[in-house]
């Protein structure tokens, strides 16, 4: 899954200490770039991931052949304008798209498995803040990065307070609340209890809990949509046949289409490593690494914010994204923010939303603008 | 720019840091940041004109000001302009008190009831009032609160709210208002412009 030759990487030399207590060094940390980095070196963006994305934002994914994950976003005259903007993404460490991961192997060639540390969004931004350091860039013109990726941009900004210019977390939060807490466990329980799971060491066993990854896809895969976009897209339509079939076949389009979201997905995506994103989503609690006061993560940091939700998204609702605005409102940071008209749930971000896209853009550029 | 805004901007001094509360498109927040370098946000309830201020480069936080001014700190802006919208809250002692408490100053101008075309309007017409600065209809405005300058000068002055300056505006001049003259002037001034401070 990590072995294809398209994959760029960084082997970062410093050994990094995560949370967890462990020290890991002589990792690999995967990264794509799009666009080039001008004499100044003062327009590179980095866009961080979300739970199932990798470092191919935009155009063919070499690995998958299929579209970037980002394609709306980022690209030639896009919002993220590849013409302009330097655009570095990492696959994040726990992944399994030739970062450090669990499918990796241990100082002893056993595939790690579960062996591997349980990591954290500050471990991810730790290893890939070293990229900063690989292009010999200063100061970041911009990060961003929805849902995940945008728990990263806040960790990042807290972290490297002087180290980009303007900040844009999109449909996230500062702290994963009960419900997607629940949600994700839900994920990880289908996955464990796949029997070809074999603790973690599915490899090794020539097996692949894929019918538990595709069960923890559909669960979450429902958790990025909005009802009416669901009803709007679905209704009870049914599936390749005239009438219901008394059985339990596929009969309603919805059911065929979370059944082929979910096979797709184990195609790509590694079992442990959805096992240990999830759980570093769960852990992320920024105002907990402040003593409860989310304004102290930011009390360094004199970059522009622009925080973006959705009006559709109960995932990452906007009241979650609110409470990042408020926070930097009470100390007087320079913070903007949007709610966007959208029926596309959480997912909005990912997808044509103009006016979404038309914000970032306008956004980035009026920024770079005045640099 | 219209009028009002060149008197709001004459009112402000260079490098200070302001909020535009009910900021629309971002007309005046443009202004005093491109001409007095003024450290501007704003906050604007409309969906639409906060893209049309984020196009501007502006920064501008979606929200209502009858919710959402208790996030700011206390005299966390020099000056606080809130431009024809108090008469629209559900509560508009309340906000002024936040522009207050958030402002070491306020701005707030205010479309005055009590101008003579207002009053011969519904005198002889007998219908409720339709001017330049009180365009709608009764059934659709958004005005819940009307009040004529004499009401608002009244009203800050029982509030202990210090006025720094008054002035009413009727087409493109402006004059001070003082205690001797407001009759006149809240006869004659289709918006009165106050910088108050608590």
Redesign the interface.
């Given at each position: 899954m990590n072995t294809e030759k398209n994959i760029k990487t960084l082997i970062v030399k410093k050994p990094l200490k995560l949370d967890c207590g462990k020290t890991i060094r002589d990792f690999p940390v995967a990264y794509e770039t799009y666009g080039s980095l001008n004499s100044k070196k003062d327009n590179a963006i980095l866009v961080f991931h979300a739970l199932t994305g990798d470092q191919f934002v935009t155009g063919i994914n070499p690995v998958t052949n299929k579209e970037g994950w980002w394609s709306y976003a980022v690209g030639p005259d896009k919002a993220i304008d590849t013409n302009k903007y330097f655009v570095i993404c990492s696959n994040v460490i726990g992944g399994c798209m030739g970062s450090y991961g669990p499918s990796h192997k241990d100082p002893d060639q056993k595939i790690f498995g579960t062996n591997f540390p349980v990591i954290t969004i500050n471990d991810m931004v730790n290893a890939q803040y070293n990229l900063l350091d690989h292009f010999g860039i200063d100061k970041l013109f911009s990060i961003t990065g929805g849902s995940m990726g945008g728990m990263q941009v806040l960790q990042f900004i807290s972290n490297f307070p002087d180290k980009s210019k303007t900040v844009i977390p999109i449909a996230t939060t500062s702290s994963h609340s009960a419900q997607n807490i629940a949600f994700n466990e839900l994920g990880r329980q289908a996955i464990t209890a796949d029997s070809n799971w074999k603790e973690g060491n599915y490899t090794s066993n020539d097996t692949n809990p894929g019918k538990g990854l595709a069960v923890a896809r559909m669960a979450a895969h429902i958790t990025y949509l909005s009802k009416k976009g669901l009803q709007e897209k679905f209704g009870r339509k049914l599936q390749e046949r005239e009438d219901l079939k008394f059985g339990f076949d596929a009969d309603f389009q919805i059911e065929s289409y979370l059944r082929y979201q979910g096979s797709v997905f184990v195609d790509r995506f590694d079992a442990n490593s959805y096992l240990y994103i999830t759980r570093a989503m769960d852990y992320f609690d920024l105002a907990k690494q402040f003593n409860g006061n989310l304004s102290e993560a930011f009390k360094n940091t004199k970059a522009k914010f622009f925080i973006i939700s959705f009006t559709s998204d109960w995932l990452y609702p906007t009241q979650e994204n609110k409470d990042i605005v408020i926070a930097l409102n009470s100390i007087g940071s320079n913070v903007g923010f949007v709610e966007i008209e959208s029926d596309k749930g959480h997912d909005s971000f990912l997808l044509d939303v103009p006016d979404f896209l038309s914000a970032l853009k306008n956004f980035l550029d009026k920024s770079y603008e005045e640099n | 720019m219209k009028n009002e805004f060149q008197v709001i901007a004459d009112l402000i001094e260079k490098d200070k840091k302001v909020l535009d509360v009910g900021c629309a498109d971002g007309t005046l927040m443009k202004f005093l940041k491109d001409n007095k370098n003024i450290n501007i946000?704003g906050l604007e309830i409309s969906?639409e004109k906060?893209?049309e201020c984020?196009?501007?480069?502006?920064?501008?936080?979606?929200?209502n000001a009858e919710k959402d001014l208790k996030?700011?700190?206390d005299k966390?802006f020099d000056y606080v302009v809130l431009s024809q919208t108090l008469q629209a809250f559900l509560n508009p002692e309340l906000v002024l008190d936040e522009l207050l408490r958030v402002g070491k100053k306020a701005i707030v101008t205010i479309p005055n009831f009590g101008y003579w075309k207002v009053r011969f309007h519904l005198l002889l017409k007998g219908t409720m009032p339709i001017t330049k600065t009180l365009p709608d209809e009764w059934y659709n405005t958004p005005n819940l609160h009307m009040c004529t300058i004499k009401d608002f000068f009244h009203f800050v002055k029982s509030k202990d709210i210090k006025i720094f300056k008054s002035l009413a505006l009727n087409n493109l001049n402006s004059s001070i208002i003082s205690e001797s003259n407001l009759g006149v002037k809240n006869l004659f001034a289709d918006l009165g412009i106050f910088l108050i401070e608590k």
């Open positions: - | 946000r969906k906060v893209q984020i196009a501007k480069g502006l920064t501008v936080i979606e929200g996030q700011f700190p966390s």
